[in-house]
């Protein structure tokens, strides 16, 4: 296969030389034109899209590297004088639909919405504009999620977090938590479930923006309450009629509720471990919106989804602990909530007793080598440019599996002896490519 590669960026261009041999390269797309690059089977492109994005500041086409779409097109259009034939490509992120309107309008495709999620741990949602048909019913979800990437002797800096009173779901990614010493804004202090999605991965340089996974996080199981006759060990005696009933928190152990309807519902959720607790033992933190602070029923239920959660909110009944700071002599510690409090002093308020929620709850960053493996790639890609632009470069490139996806549903008789990636950063379109190749022989 001959690969012909257009990238200005020096890092990318070093990324991609040090893992693929016989490139041929040129640096800025608008010194190129389609006599130059002669017979193509297909190209491919990625225009830059921080004009699109909806975390910057949308500038779409006001944005000099937005424009850049327009020598995609040009190319595009000089191209197919020459190839008739060539199947074409352009990935792009999600935007508004009157910046969507005008991209579509110029290459007379509508869009495929794809999210890398099926394939991958990473919520990547990204617009495909494609010459070929893709049914997206032929997808099939690959159930990987970030404890399956995550290095086991990873060097990151491991800190603690403090928990969310609710544990939080969107687009695949679950909150667990805050990372309170850092600062900034809310999205990069975000703590994400290793049994979740990672979340979409930016250019990442600086300011803790790599996303941050959770080691220890607490368990948010189902529970409801039941009146249960017990005896004087709490053991459950439903069949003695003389033992009176008790209200009982139930926590189950496979954390799903009972059946929900529309009427009023006793669904709760709890960290509690597995078993039933009598409703007096229970301390505090019982939620802001379906429990109250004395455990009563929560309110009607509606039909409608809750991100991802289903029908029940998830809001969670967490234990607190009583945390003492060290201070001289004293080497403080941590006591459960039915223990006895240390001696009050005439410390400042801050230096007491307090309660506490989040002992034991720790995170770290993810590695370039799990970024690298939520991208689809070998864990020593970006090795030859320093952890900073490794970021950077994994950030602005494709999701490998999903381009493999979509490249599975080209005519089985499609040549691809000649491709040509403009904007191609570090060449994840080769790594898919090369994937699909090894695929396509294996199929014949």
Known sequence: MNYTAIEIDKFAVKVSDDNHEGIVRYHDVREVTGKMLGKVDFFCGGSPCQGFSFSGKQLAFDDPRSVLFFEYVRLLNELREINPDMVWMLENVQMKKEFESVITEMLLVSPLKVNSALFCPQNRVRNYWLSWKVNPLLFVDRQRYIHHILESDSEEEIKTYTPRDQGSSSENCQQVGQ??????????????????????????????????????????????????????????????????????????????????????????TSTLPQGRYPIADIVGGQGKDLLRADIQKASTLLARDYKGFGNQGMTGVRVPKIKQYPRGKNKGGIRGHDGKTPTLTSSLWQYNNHLTYDEGYTWRRLSVVECSRLQGLPDDYCKSVSKSQGYKQLGNGFQVDTIFELLKQLPKDTPLDNVVSAFDGISCLKVALDQYKEWRDEET
């Open 179 to 268: 990372a309170d010493d850092i600062r900034g804004f809310d999205i990069i202090k975000r703590v994400y479930s290793s049994k979740g999605k990672a979340p979409t991965l930016t250019t990442m340089q600086g300011g803790h923006r790599e996303p941050k996974v959770a080691l220890t996080e607490p368990e948010w199981n189902a529970a409801s309450i039941r009146n249960r006759r017990l005896d004087e060990n709490g053991v459950r005696k439903d069949d003695q009629l003389e033992l009176p009933l008790v209200p009982c928190l139930e926590v189950k152990g496979e954390k799903k509720s009972n059946a929900l309807t529309t009427v009023q519902k006793d669904n709760l």
